[in-house]
């Protein structure tokens, strides 16, 4: 397979968990009419982003991967032979909780999980209080339709595990996210298609949209989509997605542009992993 039809959704908290899960139920058989292959969903798709606030009651919104709604899914992507890419809220046990993103095979397969690995801690995103840092390494999965890897909001701004996804031979990276207006926004242009060029595969990136007023009062803040996908040479595939409209943004990808533009910049051959101890030391 060469090209590859990828969808990234980017849409508002409906307010209750069952109706935003029934709301990306319906993103699968929308995107399964338009012949979408992968479809992955924004950070933390079922609920709110809660880490606005510093509540123990969203606790409650963690699940157990696999477990009841990852299998949901995955009966949509058997019947719509569609991978899908789901970010959640994990529970392994009680107390012990993570910010995961679920992958499934375009069978209905569950093939593994990625759980973020750089946890910030700051006004509006207090998110220490909610997950502790993955313990994963960076998994990439083969699916039917290529080789995903994930990389979850706040990790986006350490190039390290972008390489490490290179390495393990990832060809579309998901970045979904929940990012709201300030220095965020010139990141948001700047480092996917960056962490695209210099690792040579695709990146689609995903944000949520709306103010989520009702759930946190004068605390919310505006979320502001921008949603894309960039190619291996860190050039936008299409339109970049409205800051406010909820949107399936669907691109084709050809993957064998991942050859042409690895054969053209060396970037891989030339590594010099010899010298770069600083990199990882404590």
Request: glycine share 8%; net charge negative.
């Amino acid at each position: 397979m060469t090209v590859v039809r990828a969808a990234i959704t980017q849409t508002t908290w409906t307010g209750d968990e069952e109706s935003m899960i029934a709301k990306h139920e319906e993103f699968v058989r929308t995107a399964a009419k338009q012949n979408v292959q992968v479809i992955c969903f924004q950070e933390l798709f079922h609920g709110p982003y809660f880490g606005i606030v510093q509540d123990s009651k969203y606790y409650g919104y963690a699940h157990p991967v696999p477990g009841p709604l990852v299998e949901r899914f995955q009966k949509l992507a058997a019947e719509y032979k569609m991978v899908i890419v789901l970010p959640v809220y994990e529970e392994e046990q009680p107390g012990v909780l993570y910010n995961t993103a679920a992958v499934i095979d375009a069978d209905g397969t569950y093939l593994g999980k990625y759980r973020k690995h750089h946890i910030p801690n700051l006004p509006q995103f207090w998110e220490k209080f909610y997950f502790r840092p993955g313990n994963g390494d960076y998994p990439v999965f083969d699916t039917m339709v290529g080789k995903i890897g994930v990389y979850i909001c706040y990790d986006r701004h350490f190039p390290e595990g972008w390489r490490a996804l290179g390495l393990n031979g990832a060809e579309i990276v998901f970045n979904p996210s929940a990012t709201k207006p300030g220095l965020s926004n010139r990141l948001w242009e700047l480092e996917q298609p960056a962490a695209a060029a210099a690792n040579q595969y695709y990146v689609g990136a995903n944000n949520r949209i709306g103010t989520e007023t009702k759930e946190f009062g004068d605390d919310a803040v505006t979320f502001y989509g921008s949603s894309y996908f960039v190619d291996p040479r860190g050039n936008y595939v299409g339109e970049v997605a409205s800051t406010d409209t909820e949107e399936i943004v669907i691109r084709d990808l050809d993957l064998g542009l991942i050859r042409e533009v690895r054969n053209s910049w060396q970037f891989y051959r030339d590594r010099r992993p010899d010298s770069y101890g600083p990199i990882t030391a404590p």
